[in-house]
């Protein structure tokens, strides 16, 4: 673990240089790369998702006091504390602090806790921010092994994840549990099928013969500072509750679209018929959502929309149901093939993650001008298979490449997407890089023992 290990020598010497102190230990949580199996997972369904070597590394010092000192390596990001026994979370601010916070108060509120220990952290991550890749949950998760271990408190990784998933929607994003569940849940040289209620991961074996390439946009996308994911969220909420109602199911009990495949106990294929039959391409206004339900529009915007979609106008019901039923079938095909291992094994991994970006691209509508390109771009060069991974509008690309066109590979999509264009004027977010499941991922708690002494005071 060379590079890491160096890391946590500079993070090390930052820290004595911030706060004059030693770090009493370390935490991390790697990022993610979503394979196939976008915006299901706040559905009820399965994702198929890997970590990434890139992470969220934290140096930590409890201190007597009770404030919560939180530093950046990153410049951009400015200095924050807080009282330990007040924390704030502004959801109209998506703000970096906010994301640790949210992990601190789940391990707070889930412990029942006032009175807690101050501390001094000092972040870092070379995860791409708002990339796609999950920065933010990572410092979610990050922050809430970082408190946990504060407080000498114990938790399963499956507690933690549903702790960290809960906590991070205190800053407004209705996510589902992917990004959370695989920070903590990943092992090295798999990648996981994550399941929900109750949460489980079961290990994929990814072709040998192919590796995944994942490449950023260079546009960001912050779901936190936009509504079009909450958006995406109340759009399946209400698809379930029309579908639902279609079939005469208890419509205001029901949250999410598994739930009406559960409760009729159909194939999802059938489920696509029953959207077929049940709702229609237009897009649905308020009013028609609330004449099909019977309730008022108060009612709609007060007990069933989140707060800040209570203004949208248009609700696409169809195409997002659409979407995810047929991407929840892909997920399930997906780990099938990777199962058979059959010949043409990665050709036809790289069938179903192509459907899965048509998907995004044309019902879910959340990918975007350059992400198209890029994957277009990626086909183009020897990838069998390439989408948008990530909650999209931006954000990276991942494709699966067979092994021997690596090289060539990487070289013309550098040249194809980051040199012919302006986007060369944005070396800092250009990211292209082959991974593989695993690697050394596993979220973990380092202690400072092992650390060369260079500091005089040191007494770790």
Same mark, same amino acid.
């Given at each position: 673990m060379p590079v890491l290990y160096d890391r946590l020598l500079k993070l090390k010497e930052m820290f004595n240089s911030k706060f004059g102190s030693i770090p009493k230990f370390y935490v991390r949580a790697p990022g993610r790369v979503n394979i196939i199996g976008e915006h299901i997972d706040y559905c009820g369904y399965s994702v198929l998702p890997m970590a990434v070597e890139q992470d969220m590394l934290i140096a930590? &010092?409890?201190?007597?006091?009770?404030?919560l000192q939180l530093a950046?390596?990153?410049?951009?990001?400015?200095?924050?504390?807080?009282?330990?026994?007040n924390v704030q979370i502004d959801k109209t601010k998506p703000l970096w602090h906010n994301y640790f916070l949210?992990?601190?108060k789940g391990i707070q509120e889930h412990f029942g806790l006032s009175d807690l220990t101050?501390?001094?952290c000092l972040v870092d991550g070379n995860i791409p921010p708002s990339s796609g890749l999950s920065s933010s949950s990572a410092l979610v998760c990050c922050a809430g092994l970082v408190t946990l271990t504060v407080l000498g408190m114990n938790l399963s990784k499956v507690e933690l994840a549903e702790i960290c998933t809960k906590s991070e929607r205190y800053i407004g994003t209705e996510g589902g549990g992917m990004d959370q569940s695989i920070s903590f849940l990943a092992e090295e040289g798999t990648a996981k099928l994550i399941e929900f209620s109750p949460l489980r991961a079961t290990d994929v074996k990814l072709p040998s013969g192919a590796v995944f390439v994942i490449a950023h946009s260079c546009v960001e996308m912050n779901k936190a500072a936009t509504s079009h994911f909450n958006i995406r969220v109340m759009e399946c909420r209400l698809a379930a509750k029309l579908l639902a109602k279609s079939k005469s199911l208890p419509w205001d009990k029901v949250l999410r679209l598994e739930e009406v495949q559960a409760r009729l106990r159909v194939s999802l294929e059938e489920m696509l018929l029953i959207t077929e039959d049940a709702l229609?391409? &237009?897009?649905?206004?308020p009013e028609e959502v609330c004449s099909c339900l019977g309730i008022s529009l108060q009612e709609l915007r007060t007990q069933i929309l989140s707060p800040n979609t209570q203004d949208v106008l248009i609700f696409k019901l169809y195409q997002r149901a659409k979407h995810v039923y047929s991407e929840a079938a892909r997920v399930l095909q997906f780990k099938k093939i990777c199962e058979e291992a059959p010949d043409n094994m990665v050709q036809l991994l790289g069938e179903l993650m192509n459907q899965s970006h048509v998907s995004c691209r044309d019902m879910y509508e959340c990918s975007c001008p350059e992400l198209d390109q890029l994957v277009d771009i990626c086909r183009k060069f020897g990838a069998q298979g390439s989408r948008l991974t990530g909650a999209g509008w931006g954000g990276c690309t991942v494709s699966i490449v067979p092994a021997d066109k690596l090289p060539s590979f990487l070289a013309n999509v550098h040249e194809a997407y980051y040199q012919r264009s302006d986007r060369s004027l944005a070396p800092e977010k250009q990211s292209l890089f082959a991974t593989k499941p695993g690697g050394e991922n596993q979220i973990s708690a380092l202690t400072t023992s092992g650390l060369p002494r260079k500091q005089t005071n040191s007494n770790n």
């Amino acid at each position: 673990m060379p590079v890491l290990y160096d890391r946590l020598l500079k993070l090390k010497e930052m820290f004595n240089s911030k706060f004059g102190s030693i770090p009493k230990f370390y935490v991390r949580a790697p990022g993610r790369v979503n394979i196939i199996g976008e915006h299901i997972d706040y559905c009820g369904y399965s994702v198929l998702p890997m970590a990434v070597e890139q992470d969220m590394l934290i140096a930590v &010092e409890p201190v007597k006091t009770h404030t919560l000192q939180l530093a950046n390596t990153n410049p951009l990001y400015p200095d924050f504390s807080t009282s330990a026994n007040n924390v704030q979370i502004d959801k109209t601010k998506p703000l970096w602090h906010n994301y640790f916070l949210c992990g601190f108060k789940g391990i707070q509120e889930h412990f029942g806790l006032s009175d807690l220990t101050g501390m001094n952290c000092l972040v870092d991550g070379n995860i791409p921010p708002s990339s796609g890749l999950s920065s933010s949950s990572a410092l979610v998760c990050c922050a809430g092994l970082v408190t946990l271990t504060v407080l000498g408190m114990n938790l399963s990784k499956v507690e933690l994840a549903e702790i960290c998933t809960k906590s991070e929607r205190y800053i407004g994003t209705e996510g589902g549990g992917m990004d959370q569940s695989i920070s903590f849940l990943a092992e090295e040289g798999t990648a996981k099928l994550i399941e929900f209620s109750p949460l489980r991961a079961t290990d994929v074996k990814l072709p040998s013969g192919a590796v995944f390439v994942i490449a950023h946009s260079c546009v960001e996308m912050n779901k936190a500072a936009t509504s079009h994911f909450n958006i995406r969220v109340m759009e399946c909420r209400l698809a379930a509750k029309l579908l639902a109602k279609s079939k005469s199911l208890p419509w205001d009990k029901v949250l999410r679209l598994e739930e009406v495949q559960a409760r009729l106990r159909v194939s999802l294929e059938e489920m696509l018929l029953i959207t077929e039959d049940a709702l229609h391409p &237009e897009p649905y206004s308020p009013e028609e959502v609330c004449s099909c339900l019977g309730i008022s529009l108060q009612e709609l915007r007060t007990q069933i929309l989140s707060p800040n979609t209570q203004d949208v106008l248009i609700f696409k019901l169809y195409q997002r149901a659409k979407h995810v039923y047929s991407e929840a079938a892909r997920v399930l095909q997906f780990k099938k093939i990777c199962e058979e291992a059959p010949d043409n094994m990665v050709q036809l991994l790289g069938e179903l993650m192509n459907q899965s970006h048509v998907s995004c691209r044309d019902m879910y509508e959340c990918s975007c001008p350059e992400l198209d390109q890029l994957v277009d771009i990626c086909r183009k060069f020897g990838a069998q298979g390439s989408r948008l991974t990530g909650a999209g509008w931006g954000g990276c690309t991942v494709s699966i490449v067979p092994a021997d066109k690596l090289p060539s590979f990487l070289a013309n999509v550098h040249e194809a997407y980051y040199q012919r264009s302006d986007r060369s004027l944005a070396p800092e977010k250009q990211s292209l890089f082959a991974t593989k499941p695993g690697g050394e991922n596993q979220i973990s708690a380092l202690t400072t023992s092992g650390l060369p002494r260079k500091q005089t005071n040191s007494n770790n």
